[in-house]
């Protein structure tokens, strides 16, 4: 860090340099360290908010600079320090490791009219029903550290569709959500784990009815880019397998020929476009 001088201003000489992603975003936790021609450490100093890295002072002479970040490729540059003890790098730019950017730390709010929930039971152990959710919300925050990151999200279980209107009544009866007692379907997840390039396991709990379990999704990161309003979005798309068993909801009408109605396992899909902030942009 720059030192203060007596008089309360701040030291502006030193190693100066921003690190960016590729996309021109900061990176803050990112670290420059500083070595002399032998090899040995002379300084070494973290990026603040900004990206910017300031080292104290140093000696006249050629140094190396490696610049690093977690998840990054790192990099290194000369750097000629003069007699006043700085020097300038002026911006550089790391490259992920293998794989599309991450989004830059901070919230960002799912947009519903540009995601979905959808899940799929077996009927009749021949073909699939669909069943969409209408109504959901919720905040991703990504960290600087993105395996910190957290997730939290509700879903109105009375807007279940299935495009037939007895289906979508009985599956809101007690025999399955029950949503006159329990309204919201949550689930908070605490930290996400590396699984591949762009890929991503998600560690949190599911609440449905009066159960909480954990459940862990996998989800693959699409990518970030602006939309239509001059905000940044990015899109990802998760999905997990449920036993209805494990959530109370055991009802399944058996036919004649012992085949059960409806399927004891539930595939959930969710294709998720958030935008940055904390709330969706009007209009």
Known sequence: MPETRRDGAVDERGLRTRVVTKNGWAIPHAVVTVADLTGRQIARAQADAEGVVRTDPLPPGS????????????????????????????????ERRGGTELP????????????????????????????????FGGRIDIAEHVERARVAAEIKAASVDTVNKTRDDHLRSADFLDVERFPVITYIGTRVVPA????????????????RRPVELDLAYLGTGPDLWGGTRAAFRATTELKRADFAIVYNQVLSAGIGLIGTTLR???DIQAVQGERLPEG
Not at 201 to 209: D, I, P, S
């Open 63 to 94: 140094y190396t600079a490696i610049i690093t970040a977690v998840g990054y490729a790192p990099s290194a540059a000369t750097a000629m320090v003069g007699r006043a003890g700085s020097a300038e790098l002026g911006k550089v730019t790391l």
């Open 104 to 135: 830059p730390p901070g919230p960002w709010t799912i947009d519903p009219a540009h995601s979905s929930v959808i899940v799929t039971a077996q009927h009749l152990g021949l073909s699939s029903v669909h069943a969409r959710f209408e109504e």
């Open 196 to 211: 591949g390039d762009d890929r991503w396991t998600v560690h949190g709990e599911l609440g449905l009815k009066d159960v």
């Open 268 to 270: 959930v899909e969710l």
